[in-house]
């Protein structure tokens, strides 16, 4: 099994179809991780991907590189807020849309960088516009970590100190704020396969196309043509040069790779090879039981939240108030406050005890470890002395998802113990409902991710459907016409063909046709009585092996090749030839066939002599000239002759 057999195999059977990628690149990666694993050779690696179907995956990160990084590149994303944005951004009105595709998003820093931009941009006017960027990739893994917007903090090292304060939180494994999560859409889509996200105004696609072979990178520059808007914008990696000589592109700046879409060329014609999707969205109106469940546990929890005589503060990952009670609010000396949305440490509960933060701090240090510990609040008619606890509220894969903050006024001890019951009661159903919520917020944030861009590759699809299916009607009416055309001149071909042949076949001399080689194509019957050889024996041998006298046969040969050369006719007077034991005088007529831009072929004509001229000749032979008749003063009096004579038979027969 080589290669190609392989890649084959993964499309079909694994749904990868890695055949547009450069060969080299997928040989030496694919070797690579059959090194990994001890395998000799394709077929034993096939076996293995077989009883392991998780090794596709492994394979997918192996050829997949996914080299990102925020900012990458400082002086092209300067290019992108200094110029590129405003042009796009400013002439948008209160209402207006703004969309954007990130192709080949990898783990999501580039279309983040994109994100940061566009809220700079438009400031807190920014919830006047419908912001929607797109960003796709064909790795699963590489699309959740995107999703989840956490970042170690030395992939921040780009990001401007004012916006990872802006636009990250200060946590331990920093994570991109909700406003600006909420702006991307990520999804699963192949670039060589899969429908566009079409009408876009802006598209980045950094060195993604260096992956794929040239046919394939031409496939999907039509893609990304397709989907932009007129004079969007495309933005490559710097070590992509594709467009350099394309007319679907206009350069912004050749450096950076920066292009805007022309509007005089007209998007190619894109086919997807990919099977659409089963899922059918849900309508907007419809709730999933999903969906009602959720509403059930809100409202459920919201109610006990109410009801519970502790002050009760949640948390969210990134420590943003989700929710308060009154109790606790009363108790913090906050009655009429509204905590919820804001930071814990720009909060005024941050203010009333300072510890709180520290503790919260230790808290994320020691995920298992509950926090308790005491602290003065002072209120208006005094102070409060609140035992406050911080508990960790872990998700289904054992990471933080949060926290809970429990204060109680321990003023009056002789409530502490039904105080603590309550609160230990109340943690373990509000860490049950919040994970459950958290659960089912990221199932909602997921479906409804795939149902957008679901919706975007069907409207794709019915679009190149509808151009396709014109095309196609054009083509079948051009094929139609030229089948018209091709029967007529074909009728018309056997026609002329069909006289040409009967021609030469009904006339009384001898004639043959030699083609461009000077093989026998033709033979008439003439030639057959003449040379008691019949067409079936001859036809197809050259001129130098026809069975007739040697003489008269190697002077044809040596004529033949200076008619072709010259393209000019001849007449070779009083040929002798031994004909049924007699021996006949002929003039033999040598004519070219002319074909454009090819060698001519030859028609040859034996035409017998009368037999006045054969008395003539024998006297002219007794005054003591060759019997040839090939001298050049008689030369010149037969090729006079000629023009009126068997020449212009031969011309006549030419013409026909």
Same mark, same amino acid.
């Given at each position: 099994?080589?290669?190609?057999?392989?890649?084959?195999?993964?499309?079909? &059977?694994?749904?990868?179809?890695?055949?547009?990628?450069?060969?080299?690149?997928?040989?030496?990666?694919?070797?690579?991780?059959?090194?990994?694993?001890?395998?000799?050779?394709?077929?034993?690696?096939?076996?293995?991907?077989?009883?392991?179907?998780?090794?596709?995956?492994?394979?997918?990160?192996?050829?997949?590189?996914?080299?990102?990084?925020?900012?990458?590149?400082?002086?092209?994303?300067?290019?992108?807020?200094?110029?590129?944005?405003?042009?796009?951004?400013?002439?948008?009105?209160?209402?207006?849309?703004?969309?954007?595709?990130?192709?080949?998003?990898? #783990? *999501? =820093?580039?279309?983040?960088?994109?994100?940061?931009?566009?809220?700079?941009?438009?400031?807190?006017?920014?919830?006047?516009?419908?912001?929607?960027? %797109?960003?796709?990739?064909?790795?699963?893994?590489?699309?959740?970590?995107?999703?989840?917007?956490?970042?170690?903090?030395?992939?921040?090292?780009?990001?401007?100190? =004012?916006?990872?304060?802006?636009?990250?939180?200060?946590?331990?494994?920093?994570?991109? !704020?909700?406003?600006?999560?909420?702006?991307?859409?990520?999804?699963?889509?192949?670039?060589?396969?899969?429908?566009?996200?079409?009408?876009?105004?802006?598209?980045?696609?950094?060195?993604?196309?260096?992956?794929?072979?040239?046919?394939?990178?031409? !496939?999907?520059?039509?893609?990304l043509h397709y989907a932009l808007d007129p004079g969007g914008i495309l933005f490559l990696g710097k070590s992509e040069s594709k467009l350099s000589n394309s007319t679907m592109f206009k350069?912004?700046? +050749?450096?950076?790779?920066?292009?805007?879409?022309? !509007?005089?060329?007209?998007?190619?014609?894109?086919?997807?090879?990919?099977?659409?999707?089963?899922?059918?969205?849900?309508?907007?109106? =419809?709730?999933? @039981?999903?969906?009602?469940?959720?509403?059930?546990?809100?409202?459920?929890?919201?109610?006990?939240?109410?009801?519970?005589?502790? *002050?009760?503060? +949640?948390?969210?990952?990134?420590?943003?108030?989700?929710?308060?009670?009154?109790?606790?609010?009363?108790?913090?000396?906050?009655?009429?406050?509204?905590?919820? *949305?804001?930071?814990?440490?720009?909060?005024?509960?941050?203010?009333?005890?300072?510890?709180?933060?520290?503790?919260?701090?230790? +808290? !994320?240090?020691? /995920?298992?470890?509950?926090?308790?510990?005491?602290?003065?609040?002072?209120?208006?008619?005094?102070?409060?002395?609140?035992?406050? +606890?911080?508990? /960790?509220?872990?998700?289904?894969?054992?990471?933080?998802?949060?926290?809970?903050? %429990?204060?109680?006024?321990?003023?009056?001890?002789?409530?502490?113990?039904?105080?603590?019951?309550?609160?230990?009661?109340?943690?373990?159903?509000?860490?049950?409902?919040?994970?459950?919520?958290?659960?089912?917020?990221?199932?909602? $944030?997921?479906?409804?991710?795939?149902?957008?861009?679901?919706?975007?590759?069907?409207?794709?699809?019915?679009?190149?459907? =509808?151009?396709?299916?014109?095309?196609?009607? #054009?083509?079948?009416?051009?094929?139609?016409?030229?089948?018209?055309?091709? &029967?007529?001149?074909?009728?018309?071909?056997?026609?002329?063909?069909?006289?040409?042949?009967?021609?030469?076949?009904?006339?009384?001399?001898?004639?043959?046709?030699?083609? #461009?080689?000077?093989?026998?194509?033709?033979?008439?019957?003439?030639?057959?009585?003449?040379?008691?050889?019949?067409?079936?024996?001859?036809?197809?041998?050259?001129?130098?092996?026809? /069975?007739? $006298?040697?003489?008269?046969?190697?002077?044809?040969?040596?004529?033949?090749?200076?008619?072709?050369?010259?393209?000019? @006719?001849?007449?070779?007077r009083n040929q002798q030839l031994k004909v049924k034991r007699s021996n006949l005088m002929f003039d033999v007529h040598l004519t070219p066939l002319s074909r454009d831009g090819g060698r001519?072929?030859?028609?040859?004509?034996?035409?017998?002599?009368?037999? &006045?001229?054969?008395?003539?000749?024998?006297?002219?032979?007794?005054?003591?000239?060759?019997?040839?008749?090939?001298?050049?003063?008689?030369?010149?009096?037969?090729?006079?002759?000629?023009?009126?004579?068997? #020449?212009?038979?031969?011309?006549?027969?030419?013409?026909?």
């Amino acid at each position: 099994m080589n290669l190609e057999e392989f890649l084959q195999f993964l499309a079909e &059977e694994r749904e990868f179809d890695l055949r547009g990628y450069k060969p080299t690149t997928l040989e030496r990666r694919i070797r690579k991780r059959m090194g990994q694993l001890a395998l000799p050779d394709y077929t034993t690696y096939v076996d293995y991907v077989r009883a392991n179907p998780s090794e596709t995956n492994q394979l997918l990160d192996t050829i997949l590189i996914n080299v990102t990084e925020f900012f990458r590149d400082p002086e092209a994303w300067d290019v992108i807020a200094n110029s590129i944005l405003p042009f796009l951004l400013k002439r948008l009105r209160t209402g207006d849309s703004f969309r954007a595709w990130v192709a080949g998003c990898s #783990s *999501g =820093e580039e279309a983040y960088s994109l994100a940061i931009l566009v809220a700079e941009f438009f400031g807190p006017r920014i919830t006047e516009f419908d912001i929607k960027i %797109y960003a796709t990739d064909v790795d699963d893994s590489a699309l959740n970590t995107a999703r989840r917007g956490e970042y170690p903090a030395e992939r921040l090292r780009r990001v401007r100190p =004012e916006w990872r304060h802006k636009y990250f939180s200060s946590a331990t494994l920093p994570r991109v !704020h909700r406003d600006i999560r909420r702006m991307l859409i990520f999804g699963r889509s192949d670039l060589a396969q899969d429908a566009p996200i079409s009408h876009v105004q802006m598209i980045v696609c950094r060195n993604v196309l260096i992956y794929f072979d040239s046919i394939t990178q031409m !496939h999907i520059l039509n893609r990304l043509h397709y989907a932009l808007d007129p004079g969007g914008i495309l933005f490559l990696g710097k070590s992509e040069s594709k467009l350099s000589n394309s007319t679907m592109f206009k350069p912004v700046d +050749s450096r950076w790779r920066i292009f805007r879409k022309n !509007h005089a060329e007209e998007g190619r014609e894109i086919r997807r090879s990919s099977s659409s999707r089963k899922d059918e969205p849900m309508t907007p109106n =419809e709730k999933s @039981p999903r969906e009602e469940e959720l509403a059930r546990v809100k409202l459920y929890y919201s109610a006990l939240l109410e009801v519970l005589e502790p *002050g009760i503060f +949640s948390l969210d990952g990134n420590d943003v108030l989700l929710t308060e009670n009154k109790s606790a609010l009363a108790l913090w000396g906050l009655s009429g406050s509204k905590l919820v *949305g804001q930071h814990i440490a720009e909060s005024a509960l941050a203010s009333r005890c300072p510890e709180l933060v520290q503790r919260l701090e230790e +808290s !994320h240090r020691n /995920p298992g470890k509950q926090v308790k510990f005491d602290c003065a609040v002072k209120v208006d008619d005094g102070q409060h002395m609140l035992a406050v +606890s911080i508990r /960790p509220v872990n998700g289904e894969n054992g990471q933080r998802a949060g926290s809970l903050i %429990y204060a109680e006024d321990i003023s009056h001890r002789e409530k502490l113990q039904t105080t603590i019951e309550q609160l230990e009661a109340t943690g373990e159903e509000l860490q049950s409902a919040n994970e459950e919520l958290e659960t089912t917020n990221e199932e909602l $944030q997921s479906t409804n991710e795939e149902l957008e861009t679901t919706n975007e590759e069907l409207q794709s699809t019915n679009e190149e459907l =509808e151009t396709t299916n014109e095309e196609l009607q #054009s083509l079948n009416e051009e094929l139609e016409n030229m089948n018209e055309e091709l &029967e007529f001149r074909t009728r018309e071909l056997d026609s002329v063909n069909s006289r040409y042949a009967e021609t030469l076949e009904r006339m009384p001399w001898a004639v043959t046709v030699l083609d #461009s080689d000077g093989k026998v194509q033709f033979w008439n019957s003439a030639a057959e009585k003449l040379f008691d050889i019949q067409a079936n024996s001859v036809i197809g041998l050259e001129l130098s092996q026809l /069975p007739i $006298q040697p003489e008269v046969r190697d002077g044809l040969v040596r004529r033949r090749k200076a008619i072709v050369e010259r393209n000019t @006719p001849m007449l070779l007077r009083n040929q002798q030839l031994k004909v049924k034991r007699s021996n006949l005088m002929f003039d033999v007529h040598l004519t070219p066939l002319s074909r454009d831009g090819g060698r001519p072929s030859l028609l040859l004509m034996f035409a017998p002599q009368q037999p &006045e001229n054969v008395a003539r000749q024998s006297a002219t032979s007794g005054n003591g000239n060759p019997s040839g008749g090939n001298s050049k003063g008689v030369q010149r009096k037969n090729n006079a002759r000629s023009k009126t004579g068997s #020449s212009g038979k031969s011309s006549a027969n030419r013409k026909k």
